[in-house]
């Protein structure tokens, strides 16, 4: 027999999600900090597309050389370079009994190109997560953030800073500053999300897919929240 989720605070691990989860939201919500720990405790992969274009940008592959300045620029990849990377992401064999979506989809061409790929692989509709937030705690959560360069865990150097400083606590590896969290680039990040990636608010809400958390709240706070959320929606 299948366990269920548990929501209580020793939750661990649980049976697979068989279906796509998707966190909305704008940058430095707490996207990236709650699909980890969803996408661990399901035993699922964690798709961010953020994550998959730096990869492709350090390998020096062409989809990285064409993504680098734009993503310098804090503006949005075109969808046609994205649409691709995700529909061969999620065609591989870890992806089979669900996966948690981080930063996808970003526009209504995005939402709607997922809405088929998820039909044409037999899942349910999405549950879509809002990370609803007070946008002036953003640049704090943006410019503080610092990851570790082995294996990408998050910290914040106001909010939740490592226990050695520039270590990461599991590994030690070093922590660095994503280019696009430098205070200049905060402010057209936020304006791509108001302008193409905000109506995807109305868009999911019209399907009756939309779930809020409050993710002003603490990392704990808001990781039951996704909980119950996607305990509910089985
Ligand atoms: P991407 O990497 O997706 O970045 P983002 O969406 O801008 O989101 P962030 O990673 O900035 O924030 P987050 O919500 O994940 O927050 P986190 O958990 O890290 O995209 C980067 C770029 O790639 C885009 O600008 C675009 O160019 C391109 N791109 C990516 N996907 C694309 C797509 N689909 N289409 C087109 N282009 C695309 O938390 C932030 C900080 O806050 C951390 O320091 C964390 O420790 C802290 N924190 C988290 N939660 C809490 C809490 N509850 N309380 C206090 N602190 C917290």
Same mark, same amino acid.
Do not use: I
């Given at each position: 027999m299948k366990a269920a989720i548990s929501v209580g605070p020793d939750a661990k691990s649980v049976e697979p999600l068989d279906r796509a989860v998707v966190f909305l939201g704008?940058? @430095? *919500?707490g996207k990236g900090t709650q699909a980890k720990e969803l996408a661990g405790k399901c035993g699922v992969p964690h798709l961010s597309t953020g994550d998959m274009l730096r990869e492709n940008i350090v390998k020096g592959t062409p989809l990285g050389e064409k993504a680098k300045p734009i993503m310098a620029r804090g503006e949005l990849v075109p969808d046609s370079l994205v649409l691709k990377m995700v529909a061969e992401r999620i065609e591989?064999? =870890?992806c089979w009994h669900g996966f948690v979506f981080d930063g996808?989809?970003?526009?209504v061409a995005q939402a709607q190109y997922l809405g088929v790929l998820l039909r044409q692989h037999g899942y349910k509709p999405p549950v879509v997560v809002h990370f609803a937030i =007070?946008? @002036? #705690? #953003?640049l704090r959560r943006i410019t503080g953030r610092r990851m570790c360069k082995i294996a990408g865990e998050i910290y914040n150097i106001y909010e939740r800073p490592p226990?050695?400083? @520039?270590?990461? =606590?599991? =590994? @030690?590896g070093e922590l660095e500053q994503r280019p696009d969290d430098r205070e200049e680039i905060v402010a057209p990040r936020l304006q791509a999300y108001e302008k193409q990636t905000a109506p995807l608010v109305a868009y999911y809400r019209r399907l009756g897919r939309l779930h809020a958390v409050d *993710?002003?709240?603490?990392v704990a706070d808001v990781t039951q929240q996704v909980l119950e959320i996607v305990c509910k929606a089985r």
């Open positions: 704008p940058p @430095g *919500a591989e064999p =870890d996808f989809p970003r526009t =007070d946008p @002036g #705690l #953003l226990k050695v400083e @520039g270590r990461c =606590d599991n =590994d @030690g *993710a002003s709240k603490s």
